[in-house]
């Protein structure tokens, strides 16, 4: 990897003049993600931008709480704002969400991973986890059929990376010693510890969800923002600007 310059920790980072939000993981928390919006846009209101601020959703919409389908609507909705520019990362779950629609056997391990209150929040039948194969095969096709054709569109077009300035949005994490450009899909989606317990330093600041954790972390080479919505009733995002950082949150 190439060595971190020192302008951003002698300065502190750039955004390159840009408002960002970065947005944990949302987790089918519908409620939350639209009470968010409701400070992210006043807080957005009172300053004068040349440029629409940005929205960057670092993944993990669906599993785990009851709203899969309406947080991807809202996500859909908000694509459409010309107010804001909108950059939707994929997360793991989405991962295993499009492996389950490629290959039913994907099912049981997904169930495992909340993917059972997806299915629900389409309306497909949810089979027990230790369901035969034949069960989980027929809620593939329930959930392909079910799919609108947006939210198939929406999920094929999930980013890996977003880079502004001094900061790339990861959903997991990135892995030290691999340039931001030679990461692979798996490491991005998926890294945990190798990533939150490395002393390198890394390109950019990295902002990422995935691990959650009860408060925000707010470091000087990455930044998490995972609270855990699904379980804690917490969704929080940080807005950037420049070197400033402010932390926003819905509460349930």
Same mark, same amino acid.
């Given at each position: 990897m190439?060595?971190?310059?020192?302008?951003?920790?002698?300065l502190?980072?750039?955004?390159?003049?840009r408002?960002?939000y970065a947005v944990?993981?949302?987790?089918? #928390?519908?409620?939350?993600?639209?009470?968010?919006?409701?400070?992210?846009r006043?807080d957005?209101?009172?300053r004068?931008?040349?440029t629409p601020p940005?929205?960057?959703?670092v993944?993990?919409y669906?599993?785990?709480g009851?709203?899969?389908?309406?947080?991807?609507d809202?996500l859909?909705?908000l694509?459409?704002d010309p107010?804001?520019?909108?950059?939707?990362l994929k997360?793991?779950?989405e991962?295993v969400?499009?492996?389950?629609l490629?290959?039913?056997?994907?099912g049981?391990?997904?169930a495992?991973f909340?993917?059972?209150?997806?299915l629900?929040?389409?309306?497909?039948?949810?089979?027990?986890?230790?369901?035969?194969?034949?069960?989980?095969?027929e809620?593939?096709?329930?959930?392909?059929a079910?799919?609108?054709?947006?939210?198939q569109?929406?999920?094929?077009?999930?980013?890996?990376?977003?880079?502004y300035?001094?900061y790339?949005?990861?959903?997991?994490?990135? #892995?030290?010693?691999?340039p931001?450009?030679?990461?692979?899909?798996?490491?991005l989606l998926?890294i945990?510890?190798?990533?939150?317990?490395?002393?390198?330093?890394?390109?950019?600041?990295?902002?990422?969800?995935?691990?959650?954790?009860?408060?925000?972390?707010?470091?000087?080479?990455r930044?998490?923002v995972?609270?855990?919505a699904?379980?804690?009733g917490?969704?929080?995002?940080v #807005?950037?600007?420049?070197?400033?950082?402010r932390?926003?949150q819905?509460?349930s």
């Open positions: 190439p060595p971190a310059t020192d302008d951003f920790a002698r502190g980072p750039t955004t390159d003049g408002l960002i944990g993981d949302i987790h089918g #928390r519908a409620d939350l993600l639209r009470a968010l919006m409701v400070s992210i006043a957005a209101a009172m004068a931008l040349e940005v929205l960057v959703f993944g993990d669906v599993d785990r009851s709203g899969s389908r309406e947080v991807i809202i859909i909705e694509q459409a107010r804001f520019e909108v950059r939707t997360g793991n779950h991962d969400l499009l492996d389950f490629k290959d039913a056997r994907c049981p391990a997904w495992g909340g993917g059972l209150e997806t629900r929040s389409y309306g497909a039948q949810a089979p027990q986890p230790r369901a035969r194969h034949g069960e989980w095969k809620a593939q096709r329930a959930l392909a079910a799919l609108p054709h947006s939210h569109v929406f999920l094929a077009r999930l980013e890996l990376m977003a880079i300035g001094d790339a949005f990861v959903h997991a994490g990135v #892995r030290a010693g691999a931001l450009g030679a990461q692979s899909e798996r490491d998926w945990r510890e190798e990533f939150l317990q490395t002393t390198e330093r890394f390109e950019k600041v990295i902002v990422h969800g995935h691990t959650p954790d009860v408060e925000p972390f707010l470091g000087a080479h930044i998490g995972d609270t855990g699904y379980a804690t917490v969704l929080t995002a #807005r950037l600007m420049d070197s400033g950082r932390i926003i819905a509460r």
